[in-house]
């Protein structure tokens, strides 16, 4: 079955230090992965994909096959990254399906 | 700038009643869809829709319908609102071949 899998409902850091937000996915075969974030009082709104292999505001993800995972990383977080965080998988032929995991809210405090 | 509506921002409900939950996009996209969203759950599917007239279930339609007579317009219908559908609900869409999707502000339906 596919699954996407957030372990952390909550991560709180510090301004300036590093966050990794985790992401593992269920998929038989290569599915497209993708972070929506939704800041307070906002939509929620893509942020990236892996095909694009684009850095946006700082975050990049790398999607690891032998390790099912699409982990959001960033290397000096800022007040305004805190938001609620869904990883999300589409597979193939599924025709713009998504699934998304459970969300995992960053609170960055200064 | 891609633009997707949903009729009500915060809507309350008694038990038995029926709900309509409205939303229109004017990007004519083919796809839309439904999700509730609830803390720790994520967002789950309900229903959606490749094209007019056209629609899927999807992870939980259970005590839920939707109508699509338009292609800008995806309805979501609660035939008979019970206090366990109390929740954040998201429409987004999306074109055909292009899985970015794009969502509406959200109806928060409480029901008593």
């Known amino acids: 079955a596919q699954r996407v899998t957030q372990p952390e409902k909550l991560l709180s850091v510090f301004k300036g230090a590093p966050v990794e937000l985790k992401c593992n996915y269920s998929y038989s075969g290569s599915p497209e992965l993708f972070w929506y974030v939704q800041y307070s009082r906002q939509r929620l709104q893509l942020l990236l994909r892996?095909?694009s292999r684009e850095s946006i505001k700082g975050f990049t993800a790398d999607l690891n096959k032998g390790e099912t995972s699409f982990h959001l990383k960033k290397p000096f977080a800022q007040e305004e990254d805190s938001a609620m965080y869904y990883c999300?998988?589409?597979?193939?032929?599924?025709?713009?399906?998504?699934?998304f995991g459970q969300g995992t809210e960053l609170s960055v405090k200064p | 700038d891609v633009k997707v509506t949903q009729s009500s921002r915060y809507l309350v409900k008694r038990t038995g009643e029926k709900v309509f939950l409205e939303c229109v996009q004017d990007m004519d996209h083919e796809n839309m869809f439904w999700y509730r969203q609830d803390p720790g759950l994520g967002l789950r599917l309900i229903y959606f829709?490749?094209?007019?007239?056209?629609?899927e279930k999807g992870d939980i339609p259970e005590g839920y319908s939707v109508s699509r007579e338009k292609k800008e317009r995806f309805s979501l219908i609660l035939e008979s609102a019970s206090t366990n559908q109390t929740s954040m609900y998201l429409c987004?869409?999306?074109?055909?071949?292009?899985?970015?999707?794009?969502f509406g502000p959200g109806t928060r339906l409480t029901v008593l």
């Open positions: 892996h095909i």
């Open positions: 987004a869409s999306s074109f055909a071949g292009n899985n970015e999707q794009f």
């Open positions: 829709s490749y094209d007019v007239k056209m629609k």
């Open positions: 999300a998988l589409e597979g193939y032929n599924q025709g713009g399906k998504l699934i």
